[in-house]
């Protein structure tokens, strides 16, 4: 071996034992996504939480006293939970009696599963705006109630928390139900059939084997569809009442940042956002890891 | 099939649970119709005060509706944004998502966990500290900034929505093709592109239909010039008083229409409930 070769030796060596360990060139693939996650999620979000812990007065803790001291700020996070937990168990709930019925082939299953997308293409200003009109003092909805004489009043549904509730149930809804359906067309319907035959009832079956083999998929569901709740911004002021009753946390927050050019008290909502949201979704993850999370395809799987 | 067929149209009729189902899913829908059908009734309405139906029909609130709020830049404004978003998202998120899908490396978890978590967390968490980096750097206020903004949660979602398409292609055809000389560029363009054309043309319309429907991120980054057709709208609704209810309906329909077109679309070619797990249909 002559010395001009040493040195590219010692260098493929390297190589070699990076590639044992999955490191060689092909991971530069990864290179853009990962710089862009770093430059235009990680650090904004570390500026965030940089910037909460800078405020104008209070010293570092200042934004986050300023916060909890000021019942008008603090109690957004009890309204946001109060609104987005329950809109998120009801529509994981109201999904698996529906996705459990569309199981298996039938006539105008493609069309079902159509027409219970279409809501997703609503908006939240066609959803404000038709809750406001369906479900006014002089909506159908009330006017129907009026008519077949089960009430007396109107019945008062908009610019109040269930205002923002229906809109939350009506976009989070399909989402729900397509993640629980394609959850559940993943169980293979051999096991329930081999525990018919084995003399289990309808409610057995669903107990002891969908049900188990779901819920790591429900716990899944549960957290999407909780996101999607929790951060209930547009119709919390166009269906809610914005100032009191449905004031949710990112109200709080866009009023900081653009309301009051309070840029570290809107990053120390922000956070405290993130970390209450964060919270839930660790509580109900860690729930599903106690769960069973193997294969749903039975037999070899 | 047949029989299939036939067993389930069996449990219909008899099963009570079977009936308080489907009438749960008949109410909901009866009263999305009468949310929707109020809207789309109101949006051709003439005056609509204590009645069942409006005391006329007419069509002039879309014409007013056009000129008022200037659509037709709102409209191109949304266009650039949703075709920048997909083109640059799939660029990213395709490779990176090959990647994660094939390899097993130091830090894998931690990478994959790091692109779940724009989608995990709810937009307005860091769209507010992103929109104030954005505006130190001059982007907000601009196109730039917000198709910079969009891409924060566009780009995971390429790569979770490419990662069960890419473990459906054998590895075998790409080892073939290295054996016959090709590098990493042509097993790209020849062998994985091709195959992989239905999951990139699902990922790029499923990103587009978000995109356009995507609220918090473009209003916290938006100036007057930059707006897409949900924050004008949004705008147009929150000015209430200002602009007739007639044609804030108007506008909403026009965007619904919109974005049920895409889905239709999207539905040709991706059937939703695969997404998350491979469904072998014909199992019974």
Known sequence: MTPKDQNPTVRVALRHRLAERGVDRQLLLLAPAALFVLVLFVYPFLYGVGLSFQPARGGVFGAYREFFADPYQRDTIWITLRLSLPAALLNVAASVPIAYRMRGRFRGKRLLTTVLVVPITLGTVLTAQGLLNFLGPTGWFNRLLLATG???????????YWGVFFSIVITGFPFAFLLVLSYLSGIDPALERAAATLGAGWVQRFRR????????????????????????????????????????????????????????????????????????????????????????????? | MATTGGSTRRRFVASPGAWLVWGAVVFFFVNLAGVIGSVLVNSFGTRWFDTWLPQGFTTTWYGTAWREFGLLPVLVVTLEVSL?????????????????????????????????????????????????????????????????????????????????????????????????????????????????????????????????????????????????????????????????????????????????????????????TQLVARVREDID
């Open chain 2, 84 to 272: 920048l978003v997909v083109g640059i998202s799939v660029l990213i998120g395709v490779p990176a998502a090959y990647v994660l899908a094939r390899r097993s490396f130091p830090g894998r978890r931690l990478l994959y966990l790091l692109f779940l978590l724009p989608i995990l967390m709810p937009p307005i968490t860091y769209g507010i500290p992103l929109a104030t980096v954005l505006y130190k750097y001059g982007f907000a206020g601009h196109l730039s900034g917000v198709v910079l903004a969009n891409l924060v949660p566009s780009v995971p979602f390429v790569i979770l929505t490419m990662t069960p398409f890419i473990e459906q292609i054998d590895p075998a055809i790409e080892r073939a093709a290295r054996m016959c000389g090709a590098r990493t560029g042509q097993v790209f363009v020849r062998i994985l592109a091709p195959l992989l054309t239905p999951g990139i043309l699902a990922a790029s319309i499923l990103v587009l239909v978000r995109t356009v429907g995507m609220f918090e991120l473009t209003f916290l980054t938006a100036g007057p010039d930059s707006q897409t057709l949900v924050v004008a709208l949004y705008y147009s609704m929150s000015a209430a008083g200002i602009r007739a209810q007639q044609s804030v309906d108007a506008m909403a329909v026009i965007y619904t229409s919109m974005m049920l077109v895409l889905l239709v679309v999207a539905l040709r070619f991706v059937n939703p």
């Open chain 1, 209 to 301: 084997i969908t049900l188990p083999l779901l819920a790591p998929g429900l716990a899944t569901t549960f957290c999407l569809t909780f996101v999607l709740a929790f951060s209930v911004f547009p119709s919390a002021v166009l269906v809610g009442d914005p100032a009191g009753e449905t004031r949710v946390i990112s109200i709080a927050a866009y009023e900081a940042a653009y309301l009051r050019y309070d840029y570290p008290m809107a990053a120390t909502i922000a956070v405290l956002m993130g970390v209450v949201e964060l919270l839930v979704i660790a509580a109900v993850l860690g729930w599903r890891s106690l769960l069973y999370t193997g294969s749903t395809a039975g037999g070899k799987g």
């Open chain 1, 150 to 160: 089960l009430t007396d009043d109107p019945v008062r549904l908009t610019y109040n």
